[in-house]
């Protein structure tokens, strides 16, 4: 199994799965729990846990939330390349799950956002480098992020990259980062990433006009499973059955997912590599918590 670098957030996931209807300027009753979440910690957590040789490129934070999300990623089997930053805290992101399972986020990224081009690890012969959107998405991180896609794109490696989310997305600028990923092989937006990259109000043309750009785009469309796009060649697999808990992190289960499915084989049916990524989808949405 080709061995991957994860580029991307490590932080605290405060869920709160809501329940009955909105109390504005009252109490709503809600099951709260506290989990390790970061796209990037995820996706290298998930990609442990399928047996594929995985480090973990980031920043955390002089504090205990960062000493334990250290010590949860080292026991998932993920190596780490953390640097803790002093006097900064580690990432914490809050989740509203509302009853249906759809959520929004409250994203307070610490330490992630002080990641430098020297806290990743040179790429080796045969590495895969995965990019979370989110590196390059804000000012402080960005130089890291770019660095890390050259290196790899220079050695030869292969690179996937995810949007990460609509609304930083927006504000940094789609040209930007199409320019910004040039040279990826492997684009994984979900619809509304994928239609806000290239203005087609439909999921596969949206595929297709990014499939002009790079050689592989899978787009993620929730319950509606995903398309694998290669040249002019669309596969849509449907999605898995599961009961919805909890939608955070399914795009970067889906992710890890397919990624240990194409690694492992390159030349594997697209609509198994797709199977891959939203089997583990299903189960993550099925509880509280990304991983």
Do not use: K
Not at 79 to 97: D, E, H, K
Not at 171 to 188: A, H, I, N, P, Q
Not at 217 to 244: C, I, K, N, Q, Y
């Amino acid at each position: 199994m080709r061995p991957v670098v994860v580029v991307g957030d490590v932080c605290t996931d405060v869920v709160a799965v809501l329940r009955g209807e909105p109390a504005p300027g009252s109490d709503r009753p809600a099951a709260i729990t506290t989990r390790g979440g970061g796209a990037g910690a995820n996706v290298a957590a998930h990609l442990a846990g399928l047996g594929v040789p995985v480090r973990l490129a980031g920043c955390i934070g002089d504090d205990a939330a960062g000493a334990g999300l250290s010590a949860e990623l080292g026991g998932a089997g993920v190596q780490l390349a953390l640097r803790t930053v002093a006097g900064t805290p580690t990432g914490t992101i809050v989740s509203l799950v509302e009853p249906d399972g759809q959520r929004s986020m409250l994203a307070d990224r610490g330490a992630n956002l002080r990641l430098r081009p020297d806290d990743v690890p040179a790429p080796g012969p045969g590495d895969h480098l995965h990019l979370s959107g989110y590196t390059l998405l804000d000012d402080g991180p960005r130089a890291a992020g770019l660095a890390a896609l050259r290196a790899a794109v220079a050695a030869g490696c292969t690179v996937s990259v995810d949007p990460a989310s609509t609304g930083p997305l927006a504000g940094y600028g789609v040209d930007r980062f199409l320019e910004d990923t040039t040279g990826s092989t492997l684009l994984l937006p979900n619809e509304d990433e994928a239609r806000l990259l290239t203005g087609c109000a439909d999921a596969e043309r949206a595929g297709l006009a990014l499939a002009a750009r790079y050689r592989l785009v899978a787009v993620s469309l929730g319950a509606d499973g995903a398309l694998w796009v290669e040249g002019t060649t669309v596969v849509h697999r449907t999605a898995h059955p599961a009961a919805v808990v909890d939608t955070t992190g399914a795009g970067d289960a889906f992710a890890a997912g397919l990624l240990a499915a194409w690694l492992a084989d390159p030349g594997a049916a697209p609509a198994d590599v797709l199977d891959a990524g939203l089997a583990l989808a299903a189960r993550v949405v099925a509880r509280p918590g990304a991983r």
